[in-house]
């Protein structure tokens, strides 16, 4: 029976782990409350005071949100753990997300869009100028300020994707602070952005000097007052509006079906692959080659003629006409340069030179396209080569009967000693077809390598896979014949004991005496 001093002391130390549970329990729900207010406060920030978040304290769900909408429980956990993001946070960046992405390729088509319709306007004005400037007419003023306002346009659409473009970062990267997305090559990307989409003509409306004939192209509305620096200045950013079409390689990007596929961007997460122009011009060059190339060709052909013309009409030579500059193109283009026409400007020497070197390049893709057109595939090649294997053979055989046969002919003239000429010949016939035998078995031997070098990878892989597979199961079924090996053995050795126990009672039940 216990003493009731072991009782009491029992009791007082009862109630002194009791008072240290309560202070525990307090502490813990004073670290719990903290932690539920600091992640209120960010998930407050996070999702910019639009949705509200209940809280999770040591006492149970807490409504912070008057109790009328879904709670969405935070996990809580001890100091200097991490803690895990919250369901809502996450549906609700995956939401943005969404809608960032759309809103970047509306931009991207309505900034490309305004962009083209710029470079139009700025087209029609240059090949109507001498018909519009006339005593009296707003057309072109009219035109210069839609020049204008579609630039300003752009401009806009240019901040605004590049605002969604950094909002999309800081919610991928899970930031609060915008300012950590502008780095030094951002900053520099939108500078040169907005300058070149700024670029345009200033719209000076110059009254249009006389013509030389009816026939030539239309000449660049200048006086014989305005100074050719003014002259050049309004050419060179004419040609300059044409850098807007580097839109046109962020709208494929944005509107290609690689970017969009939710499959590919699996995929190439887990291999590491950045979903960039390069790779989606990649993917049309391998799907569609040739209509890829065709279309470039043509509009390039098109813009660089234009260019051309423009910039040769100052001088009134033949390629200031769009038939002549669409020939010089397409002749330099091809590298052929036949010499009959050539640009007497600077302007368009500089476009003659720029085609050149894209000539060069078109033509390295069109030879690799048409190479991998005409190339056989892993089926065709392994018929190919099987025939050729047979054909060749076939003919080692006749080779080697060739061989035999000028070897009987031989041994025959010798043995009845005929003409010295007869026997000569056959030893030229003897050699002739050794040379055809030893050439066809090499020919044989490389295809045979060369075949051998074909390894087809996933084939290999296939048959590894099965080797492996087979090991594993040969493994599996020693595992189990070792398993019952030893099972049978302890049954032999538990079989041995009651032998020798029945032996030995037996023994003992005959001689009483051993005992």
Same mark, same amino acid.
């Given at each position: 029976?216990?003493?009731?001093?072991?009782?009491? +002391?029992?009791?007082?130390? $009862?109630?002194?782990?009791?008072?240290? &549970?309560?202070?525990?329990?307090?502490?813990?729900?004073?670290?719990?409350?903290?932690?539920?207010?600091?992640?209120?406060?960010?998930? =407050?920030?996070?999702?910019?005071?639009?949705?509200?978040?209940?809280?999770?304290?040591?006492? $149970?769900?807490?409504?912070?949100?008057?109790? *009328?909408?879904?709670?969405?429980?935070?996990?809580?956990?001890?100091?200097?753990?991490?803690?895990?993001?919250?369901? $809502?946070? *996450?549906?609700?960046?995956?939401?943005?997300?969404?809608?960032?992405?759309?809103?970047?390729?509306?931009?991207?088509?309505?900034?490309?869009?305004?962009?083209?319709?710029?470079?139009?306007?700025?087209?029609?004005?240059?090949?109507?100028?001498?018909?519009?400037?006339?005593?009296?007419?707003?057309?072109?003023?009219?035109?210069?300020?839609?020049?204008?306002?579609? #630039?300003?346009?752009?401009?806009?659409?240019?901040?605004?994707?590049?605002?969604? *473009?950094?909002?999309?970062?800081?919610?991928?990267?899970?930031?609060?602070?915008?300012?950590?997305?502008?780095?030094?090559?951002?900053?520099?990307?939108?500078?040169?952005?907005?300058?070149?989409?700024?670029?345009?003509?200033?719209?000076?409306?110059?009254?249009?000097?006389?013509?030389?004939?009816?026939?030539?192209?239309?000449?660049?509305?200048?006086?014989?007052?305005?100074?050719?620096?003014?002259?050049?200045?309004?050419?060179?950013?004419?040609?300059?509006?044409?850098?807007?079409?580097?839109?046109?390689?962020?709208?494929?990007?944005?509107?290609?079906?690689?970017?969009?596929?939710?499959?590919?961007?699996?995929?190439?997460?887990?291999?590491?692959? =950045?979903?960039?122009?390069?790779?989606?011009?990649?993917?049309?060059?391998?799907?569609?080659?040739?209509?890829?190339?065709?279309?470039?060709?043509?509009?390039?052909?098109?813009?660089? +003629?234009?260019?051309?013309?423009?910039?040769?009409?100052?001088?009134?030579?033949?390629?200031?006409?769009?038939?002549?500059?669409?020939?010089?193109?397409?002749?330099?283009?091809?590298?052929?340069?036949? $010499?009959?026409?050539?640009?007497?400007?600077?302007?368009?020497?500089?476009?003659?030179?720029?085609?050149?070197?894209?000539?060069?390049?078109?033509? &390295?893709?069109?030879?690799?396209?048409? #190479?991998?057109?005409?190339?056989?595939?892993?089926?065709?090649?392994?018929?190919?080569?099987?025939?050729?294997?047979?054909?060749?053979?076939?003919?080692?055989?006749?080779?080697?009967?060739?061989?035999?046969?000028?070897?009987?002919?031989?041994?025959? #003239?010798?043995? #009845?000693?005929?003409?010295?000429?007869?026997?000569?010949?056959?030893?030229?016939?003897?050699?002739?077809?050794?040379?055809?035998?030893?050439?066809?078995?090499?020919?044989?031997?490389?295809?045979?390598?060369?075949?051998?070098?074909?390894?087809?990878?996933?084939?290999?892989?296939?048959?590894?896979?099965?080797? +492996? &597979? =087979?090991?594993?199961?040969?493994?599996?079924?020693?595992?189990?014949?070792?398993?019952?090996?030893?099972?049978?053995?302890?049954?032999?050795?538990?079989?041995?004991?009651?032998?020798?126990?029945?032996?030995?009672?037996?023994?003992?039940?005959?001689?009483?005496?051993?005992?």
């Amino acid at each position: 029976m216990p003493s009731p001093t072991w009782e009491g +002391s029992k009791a007082e130390t $009862g109630q002194r782990e009791d008072g240290a &549970a309560e202070s525990d329990d307090r502490e813990r729900g004073t670290g719990g409350r903290l932690l539920c207010a600091l992640a209120m406060e960010m998930t =407050n920030r996070s999702l910019h005071g639009d949705s509200k978040v209940d809280c999770v304290n040591c006492d $149970g769900l807490i409504s912070r949100n008057g109790g *009328d909408s879904a709670e969405v429980s935070v996990p809580l956990s001890l100091p200097g753990k991490r803690t895990t993001l919250m369901e $809502g946070d *996450d549906l609700y960046r995956l939401r943005e997300r969404k809608v960032l992405l759309e809103d970047k390729k509306r931009l991207c088509a309505l900034a490309l869009g305004t962009a083209l319709l710029g470079i139009l306007l700025m087209i029609i004005h240059a090949e109507l100028c001498p018909f519009i400037n006339k005593p009296g007419s707003n057309i072109a003023l009219i035109i210069n300020c839609s020049i204008s306002l579609s #630039t300003g346009c752009l401009l806009i659409f240019i901040i605004a994707f590049h605002y969604k *473009d950094i909002r999309l970062f800081v919610n991928d990267h899970n930031q609060l602070d915008w300012r950590i997305a502008m780095t030094s090559h951002r900053v520099t990307v939108i500078t040169l952005e907005l300058l070149v989409c700024s670029i345009h003509p200033v719209g000076t409306y110059w009254r249009a000097g006389p013509h030389v004939n009816s026939s030539s192209t239309a000449p660049l509305c200048v006086s014989n007052h305005h100074s050719e620096v003014l002259v050049d200045m309004e050419l060179l950013l004419s040609v300059l509006m044409f850098l807007r079409l580097y839109l046109v390689h962020r709208a494929i990007l944005l509107h290609s079906k690689v970017l969009l596929s939710a499959s590919y961007r699996s995929i190439g997460s887990l291999n590491s692959i =950045n979903f960039t122009f390069r790779f989606v011009l990649k993917v049309l060059m391998n799907k569609h080659p040739a209509r890829t190339l065709l279309v470039f060709i043509l509009f390039f052909w098109l813009t660089a +003629s234009w260019m051309l013309t423009l910039c040769e009409r100052q001088t009134q030579a033949s390629t200031g006409h769009m038939n002549t500059a669409l020939w010089l193109i397409a002749i330099t283009f091809l590298t052929v340069g036949y $010499g009959d026409v050539a640009p007497t400007t600077t302007c368009g020497k500089a476009v003659c030179l720029f085609t050149g070197v894209m000539g060069v390049a078109c033509t &390295a893709m069109l030879v690799a396209v048409v #190479t991998k057109k005409l190339a056989l595939n892993k089926g065709e090649k392994h018929v190919h080569f099987f025939m050729l294997d047979i054909q060749i053979s076939k003919r080692i055989r006749h080779a080697a009967a060739n061989v035999l046969r000028e070897c009987w002919l031989l041994h025959r #003239t010798n043995l #009845t000693r005929g003409n010295r000429g007869e026997h000569r010949r056959h030893q030229r016939c003897l050699l002739e077809a050794i040379r055809v035998f030893r050439h066809l078995r090499l020919k044989q031997r490389q295809l045979r390598d060369y075949v051998s070098e074909m390894v087809d990878l996933p084939k290999m892989q296939m048959i590894m896979c099965d080797l +492996s &597979a =087979n090991w594993n199961n040969s493994y599996r079924e020693l595992e189990q014949r070792i398993l019952s090996m030893e099972q049978k053995l302890d049954e032999l050795s538990r079989c041995f004991q009651q032998t020798s126990e029945l032996l030995s009672q037996a023994v003992r039940h005959r001689n009483p005496e051993i005992r």
